[in-house]
């Protein structure tokens, strides 16, 4: 089933058509409504009329997370706050959050969005669906939560934490679709096999909606094998809009981005030039909404886009599966690494979990890199002459795809930090 497949299916004459129309639209408004932008396309040499297609976005200059930060809290909002009837905010880690504001028809283009990842992802009106992403300033548990109910199936507004609750609602609801982190996901399936309990016989999931943070495609086939379901990918980001700027479909091959009203381009993180399809590089997405809407936003997401057409039959672009953000990669001793590559190593071992920490240390100019991975419950042995063979075969295949030596401590099951709520935190960085 396609949600609209007026637009899902739409060639791309009508899109880039569309997709023109709104830009235009969009930057008129700002131009006229938003000092911050008419500043910046002034200094730019600038004006509305300059843009007239989607090719035109490239004149305009990029939005960066300081700038919203800058023109904190509302100085970046197109309309007068009487017509914003939400605000959203992501907190970061440091400084000031970023704040968004939208308004009714924007919460309705959101609904329609996440609408359209939730058919993408197979769930229909016939389905029980439990939210458990934050419910509050994060757009996680409110973003998914009106997406259900557009679609027509049933809500079922857990948040997040409490996972003995959450199971108790899964069993006693028949809850057929659950929207959570991933780590979260795998969290559940973990609590639930230690209750004794088997998710093929006992409870009635079918499909997850995982995201809002980076997972593999290992971690995928960990989190379906473990919950006996269907795992989709759905992506966004606050300053967006929140979940729903993109979803992954049957076929699991990229994710579909909701592109008339969410554009995407993929550029050279340190040249700002436009990448091929196919090429790895940052998306910078433009929204074209009504409250808050952006202007080619820098969002240091990693991902190409695919070529080609999806046998799903939707027309709509494709970006892979997020490869992490340029700023997670980790330059160690002069090599790049990125944490979903020891993921992706780690789980393609039967003999580790998908429990692992990364720490970075320097002693003088030596940077070094430990990663810590539970091993299986059954393999977990006094036998030291297996545990020794263990760690080398990890460390040998880690070493193999980073092109660095590493460190590898094995930990006891249920010995790592595990993620009840919020986002994972996988990597600890301790030269900074
Ligand atoms: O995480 C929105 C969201 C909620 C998406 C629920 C999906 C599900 P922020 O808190 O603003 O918004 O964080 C956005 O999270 O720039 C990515 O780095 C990361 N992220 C989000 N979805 C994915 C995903 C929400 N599917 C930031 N894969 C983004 C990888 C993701 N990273």
Redesign the pocket.
Known sequence: MIWNETIECASREYLSELQSKRLRDCVSRVYHNVPYYRTRMQEAGILPGDIKTIEDIVKLPFTNKQDLRDNYPFGTFAVPTSEIVRIHA?TGTTGKPTVVGRTRKDLSIWAECVARALTLSGVTKEDIVQVA?GYGL???GL??HYGVENLGAAVVPASTGNTKKQIQLLQDFGTTAIACTPSYALYLADTIKDMGLDPKKDLKLRVGIF?????TEEMRNEIENKLNIKAH???????IM??GVACDCDYQNGLHVCEDYFFPEILNPETGEPCKDGEVGELVFSSFIEGMPLLRYR???LSKIIPGQCQCGRTTRRIAK?MG?CDDMLIIRGVNVFPSQVESVLLSMPEATPHYMLTVDRKGLFDSLTIQVEIKEELYSDNVKDLENFQKKIKSNIESVLGISVIVQLKAPKSLPRFEEGKAKRVIDNRK
């Open positions: 992501s992403y994060f757009t996680g973003g998914i995201g809002a943070e980076p997972w990918d759905i992506y966004g980001l606050s300053e929140g979940p969002t240091h997401d997020l953000r």
